[in-house]
């Protein structure tokens, strides 16, 4: 892997100052960081520093929470009468997202091409993205179930931040990649450095990457039912993974007579009713269809739709792999593939 | 679309009429910028209309948007958002969200001979196509309908049949599963009444609409009667929420069945339907 | 000052003719009741209780006739087992229990129906205005971690030999044809105990024993075994025979559920039992339900692998430590550990798909007709999703403590279920999965209840 190249300004500035800076930062915008949350590392509002989980790895859930959120109110719909009146509820807090690895950067680009580059533009996706400012961490190493390198991806690849911090020593480089970020740097009170971030230690991909026009001929392998006998279709996976987006619109009454709310939540088409027509008859009924059409769709579904290239939609964050409760692991099945192609 | 495409626009129930058990036809007149939003949806399109309070649901739209300005829906009543539906009388609020997704190529059937199947409320998304081709007779060929149903009760748009009869090198041809006394048209499946008609592929294209599993057998038997795949055009469904291509539910293989489709050729999907069942 | 909303449940043949009663005889009834007319006392669900917190009343009052006087004969007997167990699991989450009231009216008895009325809502007026609904923009705190109780360390012993039996017995039930799958556990590549199907007998190799076999196989056994329901229609590799299952003492009571509860005959499915030393915590500990557990050996098998340990020693664990703090604790305090805990909740329902109690096609809590607590993702919801789904378990939960294991927020789900469980065994004396017999909280037995 080549050393980021110097194309952008960078500054070099000590942890303190990193935290009096992002204590700046708190009393500007909404903040967001990495925290200990009852022993869960979640990313949640900080009000300083110091409520920060110092040496965070990556959080449970992915930075896709807070664009594409666990629910969402899309509209309020007052029912007065034969009178009906809707009210757009569009976000409108400015964040700054603070502590963002480069596989969870990847996954918010991964779902801009989904939501806003894939018309028509979401406007709830897309206000909370043009909201937010994001400074991410690159990583020094990889974790054990991290496979970043396995999907294109890179530990300190700081492609699509705002903001790019590199640890360095006891030190950090801070390296403006937007011009959104450079309106966070306190320039003149920070020195220029022209020190390069050293490339993080990375693994050799596990496997060579199916080609996405072989998936098709693998549609049909016994391998995919051996593989999700075990699955408890429990959804774990899509919730924590950055890139799964696949959700529910609802309409739900609220507390006040004839006003009701048109909802978002997450769903997850590993779930047995994901494809359940009224009548009772449900598509992909079989957990062997269902668990397939999630590798499918992450692996060929996806990058096609929505024009990814040779790009795949994971990341190789390794959160699937950490929660599967049986252990159902993304990379066998990609080494498997590999093998049987 | 509105700007906000996830904001439905607001529409009047004109008329509610039984159309079968439990099928009704609601008419509706768009309010609030919607009539302009659709004036220009093409035979094969959809979208979502809300019972508001209880959710939406993909339909069909069910006239050519030449038969306007309002919007017509065939409705079988079947879950929470239908039968909701069905409860509402002429002069309630429902929303509309759309025109979306693709239409039938119209344009490339000029001239062409067309064998229109439709499976009961299959039916309703055909509608539109013999409208339009009933307007526009002279650029079109023959026009083969074969419609079918479980029970007499059951088919739709019987007072317009004789409509569609009347209209020049046009034949309707019916066939229910169970007859009633009253029947005295053919009995058995529409594969049954294919075989029968026997329409000739010579310049001819196929659109079919139904359940999955006559979808199945119908594209088996056209194929086996000449018709070339590309010229084998369905309309299919699939659970939907967002309609625009972002929710991931309606997914067919790669392709999403609210922006792919709901039209599509046969030679796209034909080796995709084995997990649409 | 605000008068209390109360949501009275009146049965129609007694407590609602004794509200007329009462009326007529010119009785004063404090007009601050909702009443809502039902069949029966024993009609009146739990789900309906919560909700009616949720939607803001601040006492809900149930009514029904004398026990022997039930028009339907045995509901009210329903109502006086289901009632008192959905309070202890509501005063568990924090509510005042004086909140909820079930008592017994006669037609006849208008003095009885004024007072005890009156009585309630002097009592909950006292209470103040309930405060169960969180609101939903108030940041809750965000530790409120219980004191750990001291880690018990895993104990050595022979996994070794238990493995070589499992796998020849395998290798026997397999070679025979007497089954047609083994559900066992095997090791990943990564090394990583995970449940596995065995269907040839020079497979069993991949069958191990070892420290880490935590997961319930049963939850795998309706699937694999069950001659009905759409999901074994269109599972294509259904076995025509019986299939065999490893089980540890906790997943050995979870079949007896299964079998009271009629999910597949008991022919079907061969036992193999393994007498468990525990299960190895993610720390290297004994994991807490195994600190507790007084069963080494399991309660139902066909064949057993291990020895019988001769004595057991008496544990508390940290789950009887957790409820025995929040136990003690305010109620006020209960409930704010409970709702940030269910802050965290992302409602993926990997507690409940773990569980092999929970069976239902289409959940409660996730039908699209009826929308007892909706699909959104705010706290009120998700505490009413666990604690609807708790009271699901009372009497039938095992305590595998497979939810809790799934859940991947790390919520302490098996203190609501143990704290259930410990009521279920004082009010009933049943512990579930000790023998195959339904939980008494949905059942009612012959002869089995006098007016307390």
Known sequence: ???????????????????????????????????????????????????????????????????????????????????????????????????????????????????????????YYSRRRENAIIIGLACKEMGSTCFCTSVGGAPDNSDGMDVALYETGDSYLVQAMTEKGLTLIPQTEWSLTDEIPAPAKQDAPLYALP??????????????????????????????????????????????????????????????????????????????????????????????????????????????????????????????????? | MSDNPMKPYLGRLVEVKDLATEIKLFRIELLNGGSEAFCNCKPGQFAFVSAFGLGEAPFGIANSSEHGPYLDFA???????????????????????????????????????????????????????????????????????????????????????????????????????????????????????????????????????GPPIMIHYVARLLSEMGFAPQNNYVTLEARMHCGLGKCGRCNLGEKLVCVDGPVFNMEEVGHLLETYL | MNEPKIVAFLCTWCSYTGADTAGIARLKSPANLRAIRVPCSGRVSPELIMRAF??????????????GECHYDTGNHRAAKRIPTLSALMAFAGLESERLRLDWVSASEGERFSRITTEFVNTVRSLGPINWRADPKRVLALSHQLA??????????????????????????????????????EVGPRGRTRPTFIYHDDDVER?????????????????????????????????????????KSCDARAINVMLAENRFPREKVHIIGVVCEGVRAKDGSLQTRCVSCTERAPVIYDTLIGEAPSSIVNRKSGI??????????????????????????????????????????????ERDDSLWIGLGIGVNQKRAFHLGRAYHLAGRCVGCEQCEQACPMNIPISLLNQCLAQEVEKSFSHRAGMQAIPSPVVTVLAGEYKES
Request: aromatic letters at 8%.
């Open chain 1, 1 to 123: 892997m080549i050393a980021p190249k110097l194309i952008n300004p960078t500054w070099l500035i000590s942890q303190t100052t990193l935290e009096n800076w992002l204590d700046s930062l708190a009393k500007t915008r909404s903040l967001i960081a990495p925290r200990d949350v009852d022993g869960v590392l979640l990313y949640r509002p900080v009000e300083n520093s110091r409520q920060i989980k110092w040496g965070f790895t990556r959080p449970a859930l992915s930075a896709k929470e807070f664009f594409f959120p666990s629910t969402e109110r899309l509209l309020k719909i007052e029912k007065t009468g034969q009178q009906v009146t809707l009210l757009e509820t569009l976000p409108e807090n400015q964040t700054i997202l603070f502590g963002v690895r480069p596989c969870d950067m990847r996954g918010l680009q991964t779902l801009d091409a989904l939501f806003i580059e894939h018309a028509p533009t979401d406007p």
């Open chain 1, 211 to 341: 080609q996405q026009d072989s998936w098709p001929a693998h549609f049909n392998a016994d391998y995919w039912e051996h593989l999700s006998e075990r699955c408890l279709s429990c959804r774990v996976c899509a919730y924590v993974c950055p890139t799964c987006r696949c959700f529910v619109i609802r309409d739900e009454s609220l507390t006040v007579p004839g006003q009701f709310e048109r909802i978002r939540c997450w769903d997850s088409c590993t779930s047995l009713n994901y494809r359940r027509v009224a009548g009772g008859h449900r598509q992909r009924a079989n957990q062997n269809e269902r668990l397939r059409n999630r590798f499918y769709c992450k692996f060929y579904y996806y990058p096609e739709q929505y024009g990814l290239g040779k790009s795949s939609a994971c990341t190789g964050c390794g959160r699937c792999v950490d929660s599967c409760p049986v252990n159902i692991d993304i990379t066998e099945a990609l080494i498997e593939l590999a093998r049987l192609t």
């Open chain 2, 75 to 209: 409705i079988n009543r079947l879950g929470t958002v239908t039968t909701a539906l069905h409860e509402l009388d002429k002069g309630d609020i429902v929303g509309v969200r759309g025109p979306l997704g693709n239409c039938f190529p119209m344009d490339e059937f000029k001239g062409k001979n067309l064998v229109v199947l439709g499976g009961g409320i299959g039916g309703a998304p055909l509608r539109p196509v013999i409208q339009h081709v009933l307007d526009h007779r002279a650029d079109y060929g023959k026009l083969t309908i074969l419609w079918a149903a479980r029970n007499p009760s059951l088919l739709v748009f019987t007072n317009e049949y004789q409509d569609w009869r009347k209209s020049p090198n046009t034949s309707l041809h019916l066939t229910v599963d169970t007859p009633d006394p009253t029947w005295d048209h053919s009995v058995g499946l529409i594969t049954d009444l294919l075989k029968k008609v026997n329409p000739s592929p010579e310049n001819s294209v196929s659109i079919t609409c």
């Open chain 3, 54 to 67: 949720d939607q803001g009343a601040d006492g809900v009052l149930v009514l029904g006739c004398h026990i």
């Open chain 3, 148 to 185: 750990k109780a001291e880690s018990v360390p895993y104990p050595e012993n022979n996994c070794a030999s238990k493995t070589d039996s499992i796998r020849a017995k395998a290798k026997e039930l397999l070679a025979s044809g007497e089954v047609g799958c083994v559900i066992g556990y």
């Open chain 3, 207 to 247: 069958l191990v024993w070892n420290p880490d076999c935590t997961h319930n196989l049963t939850t795998y056994l309706p699937d694999k075994v069950s001659m009905s329901g759409a999901l074994m229609a269109a599972h294509r590799k259904a076995p025509p025979k019986p299939v065999a299952v490893v089980v």
């Open chain 3, 320 to 365: 009887e430590l957790g409820i025995q703090t929040l136990e003690a604790a305010p109620p006020a305090e209960r409930m704010e550990y409970w709702l940030s805990q269910f802050d965290r909740c992302i409602r993926c329902y990997a507690c409940r798909q773990a569980c092999p109690m929970c069976e239902c096609p289409t959940c409660l809590y």
